[in-house]
């Protein structure tokens, strides 16, 4: 608990992924990949709500009927401006702190959540962040967390459409603007080209593999874990090595009339 203040975990999440549809509900460890990634944002010591921002499309009907499930909250908004529909859902939990967690991200780690909090509440910061505008980490297990107030200002402010699509962008891009705390990794955890993001079928055989191996010993496995893992098994690191990750693309020709 941050004293004081309400932090809420936000987990973006839709079916019409378009490289990998469907691909929340892909089976790690015999549950869908968000019921996972639910479970281990639920771990923190500091967040105080874990809601999941999906769309008002019918095709995620199936994202809201999971979520029930495990009695997760939801929220609903539009599909393109992510930005407004994370907002939306950070507002209607009455977020002071609002970290974000993504839907393809099936190793995110509570501990390194809790250590973005931290740094964010430790400071006079807009937004702590681990693997944004530096890649260190693994792609996958990066972190955001924002002063909720700054992210409402930008979601009244912004318009262009990298910045609606990428909730959060124009804040964690522009240090020079905004006041972002950044963590690096070091030591073994320094591995910017292992991808542990869900995006493909390439990182869904690496990612079973990694389920399949640490979840049925240790549930709550950490992210040095699954590095340590990885680390003996080049056969598995290689099944993605040559996804291209994408990146926000931010230019004069791409403004919103209206948000």
């Known amino acids: 608990m941050i004293a004081g203040k309400k932090v809420v975990t936000t987990i973006e999440a839709r079916m019409t992924s378009t490289r990998l549809p469907g691909k929340i509900l892909m089976s790690l460890a015999g549950a869908p990949a968000l019921q996972r990634i639910i479970e281990r944002h639920r771990r923190s010591t500091l967040v105080d709500e874990v809601v999941v921002a999906t769309t008002t499309n019918e095709t995620d009907d199936p994202v809201v009927a999971l979520c029930e499930a495990p009695g997760c909250p939801y929220a609903r908004g539009s599909e393109e401006d992510v ?82 699509e990428h909730a959060g ?44 191996a640490l979840y049925p010993v240790h549930p709550d496995f950490s992210a040095q874990e699954v590095v340590g893992f990885l680390k003996n098994r080049p056969d598995l690191v290689i099944l993605n090595s040559s996804v291209v990750q994408r990146v926000p693309d931010v230019s004069a020709s791409a403004k919103m009339d209206a948000t």
Do not use: K
């Open 83 to 164: 930005l407004a529909r994370v907002v939306g859902a950070g507002e209607a939990h009455r977020a002071d702190i609002l970290v974000q967690g993504y839907g393809d991200d099936p190793c995110v780690d509570w501990r390194y959540v809790d250590h973005v909090v931290q740094l964010l509440a430790g400071g006079s910061y807009d937004c702590a962040v681990s693997n944004d505008t530096v890649d260190t980490f693994p792609t996958g297990i990066g972190v955001c967390a924002y002063s909720f107030p700054r992210l409402e200002e930008r979601a009244r402010e912004d318009r262009e459409r990298a910045y609606r």
């Open 169 to 212: 962008y124009s804040i964690r891009s522009q240090p020079e603007r905004f006041r972002v705390a950044t963590w690096r990794a070091e030591g073994e955890m320094y591995w910017p080209r292992l991808r542990l993001t869900l995006d493909t079928p390439e990182d869904y055989a690496l990612l079973s593999a990694v389920y399949d």
